[in-house]
């Protein structure tokens, strides 16, 4: 791993991988590391993360597929762990992104001085990343430190990615057509994916392990947002008391994590990450269903077909198959 850090050796590396074209028109493509695909330009921020970060027992992992409810989850951890250092009428969530309150090491880690990065975020780190869970530093599995995770309709979230990507890149290039991007995502090929082994590393070590891995799904926080809120935050070991209860406090985070609370506020109807991402790109409709208005009948029947052989034995068939009408319910 000293070796791969060094530029010459990242760059004899990226060779070697599997590559895939890009969702975009010149796009610089996807590369297969470590089981799961990535844009090459995240490898040196992988590779020095997998390699300096020493989990401490007090840290948050936040391991998300893109366009899952990743700023969702921030928002609503940060609002949990945080609440009694700051009031919510006083969160830094009303004036900053929830992307700039709890940092993703793929865009945010200090390439140059990494250790002392991720050494001086503030205690508990909360650390967001879109590693799968096979993929994350040795020591988060070992240290007992705590791992959120969330999923969401395959269909949705393809969506979501496909509309993302589009607004995202007009600056400097143009998106695939949906039919291809769609083939792409079909064989695995997109952003952490594929998509099955995402999921099923979250949720079958969230089963085998439930003290240190939860995952929940996007439908039933849509659906049951405050009891989501409580069963996240007695997971973290910081469960409300009855006189938070009394307070309404899980319902008082809910409403400013809520979709609606955070797409209307200034912060995020204008300015950019880092990265150069508008904030405003990051809430687009937060629906449940919306697959239905892009993808046609043999679109969804191909991606029904995979996820009945990926998800055969796993509980998430049960939640994305057709004869189960709650995820189309709750839109
Ligand atoms: P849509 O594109 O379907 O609207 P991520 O945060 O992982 O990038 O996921 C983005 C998706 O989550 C987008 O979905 C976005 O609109 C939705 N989203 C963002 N904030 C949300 C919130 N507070 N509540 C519900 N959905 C949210």
């Known amino acids: 791993m000293e070796i791969v850090e060094e530029r010459g050796s990242i760059e004899h590396l990226l060779e070697s991988l599997p590559r895939e074209k890009d969702w975009v028109s010149n796009g610089n493509g996807f590369i297969l590391y470590d089981g799961f695909w990535m844009p090459p330009k995240f490898l040196p921020r992988v590779l020095s993360f997998q390699h300096h970060y020493k989990a401490e027992p007090s840290d948050i992992f936040l391991i998300t597929l893109p366009k899952c409810g990743t700023t969702w989850l921030k928002a609503l951890v940060f609002s949990i762990v945080n609440r009694h250092r700051f009031s919510l009428s006083d969160s830094p969530l009303l004036r900053q992104n929830p992307h700039a309150v709890v940092r993703s090491f793929e865009s945010d880690l200090d390439l140059q001085d990494p250790k002392s990065y991720l050494e001086g975020l503030p205690r508990p780190r909360i650390i967001s990343t879109h590693l799968p ?26 969506v979501s990615s496909w509309k993302f990507t589009d607004k995202v890149c007009h600056d400097y290039t143009t998106i695939r057509p949906i039919e291809e991007c769609f083939d792409l ?31 929940t799904r996007y439908e039933e926080m849509k659906v049951s947002p405050v009891s989501e809120t409580k069963k996240l935050a007695t997971f973290l070991g910081l469960p409300f008391t009855e006189e938070e209860d009394r307070e309404r406090v ?16 200034e912060v995020n109807k204008q300015g950019r990450r880092p990265v150069g991402v508008p904030h405003e790109a990051f809430f687009r409709k937060g629906e449940v269903g919306n697959w239905t208005d892009y993808l046609t009948s043999s679109m969804a029947d191909r991606l029904q077909k995979i996820m009945d052989d990926k ?3 796993s509980d998430l068939l049960t939640f994305y198959h057709p004869t189960n009408s709650n995820n189309e319910d709750c839109a």
Do not use: M
């Not at 869970?133 to 393809?158: E, N, W």
């Open 133 to 158: 869970y096979h993929a994350l530093p040795p020591s988060v599995r070992t240290s007992g430190c705590k791992i959120v995770s969330i999923v969401r309709d395959p269909r949705d979230q393809f």
């Open 185 to 215: 995502f079909c064989r695995g090929v997109h952003n952490s994916g594929p998509f099955w082994d995402y999921f099923l590393g979250s949720w079958n070590a969230s089963l085998e392990r439930p003290d240190e891995v939860f995952v």
């Open 250 to 265: 899980a319902e008082e985070i809910v409403k400013l994590c809520s979709f609606d609370n955070l797409k209307g506020l």
């Open 311 to 313: 998800f055969a034995n």
